[in-house]
């Protein structure tokens, strides 16, 4: 004969325990210490002092004066501090490993804003593209939806219609493909795409 657990826990009774174990972590989760909250405001301080810094290396190296009174107001007023905190940070920025500290936080900072950008140019031809292949329809409407959602201008949605519709594109495109009879299919995307674009 087989025993039977001296004690069996119900599927109801493990839902239960499960319901309660999951409040109490939102509970915790949602219930923010003040020493959180203070940490937050300490980090978006700290945040803003190193975009500040940072703007004034971008603007030195741009070779553009910073040190007109006119100058530290307009960067005052950009990052909406006293006028007697960007000189603060000038004077901050004469420590030389702050410098170069501050040089390599712009650099990274360009650097993700170029991957950004080429990765938006990336989705944005390969999606043109796709949407030529199923003979999408482009209007004004679309073109400003378009360069919204990749953060440019209509004109270069227009640019890649008009290079992707070109035969030497296809022609590149199907022979990358490794497709059979690469110069006839190209030559009938081709003239499909002019006419209907």
């Known amino acids: 004969m087989k025993k039977q657990p001296v004690y069996q826990q119900s599927y ?6 499960t319901l309660s174990l999951a409040e109490l972590l939102d509970s915790v989760e949602k219930s923010e210490s003040p020493a959180d909250e203070v940490l937050n405001k300490t980090q978006e301080a700290i945040e803003k ?3 500040r810094l940072d703007f004034i290396v971008y603007l030195t190296i741009k070779g553009i004066d910073i040190t007109s009174q006119e100058m530290i107001a307009k960067i005052a007023y950009k990052f909406d501090c006293d006028p007697h905190q960007i000189i603060e940070d000038m004077h901050t920025l004469t420590n030389k490993s702050t410098w ?8 990274d900072k360009i650097n993700q804003q170029l991957l950004r ?3 938006l140019t990336a989705a944005r031809k390969n999606d043109i593209s796709n949407k030529m292949l199923q003979s999408f ?3 004004a409407e679309t073109l400003l939806n ?3 959602q990749f953060e440019c201008r209509p004109v270069h949605i ?6 992707f519709k070109k035969f030497s594109t296809q ?3 199907l022979i990358e493909q490794r497709s059979k009879a690469p110069i006839i299919r190209a030559f009938t995307r081709f003239a499909r795409f002019n006419l209907q674009y």
């Open 146 to 148: 378009l360069s919204t």
């Open 100 to 107: 170069k500290q501050h040089k390599v936080r712009l650099k």
């Open 158 to 163: 227009v640019d890649d219609i008009r290079h």
């Open 12 to 17: 109801a009774d493990a839902e239960a325990e």
């Open 137 to 139: 329809s482009f209007d």
């Open 171 to 173: 022609k590149q495109l």
């Open 117 to 119: 950008k080429s990765a």
């Open 49 to 51: 002092a190193n975009d």
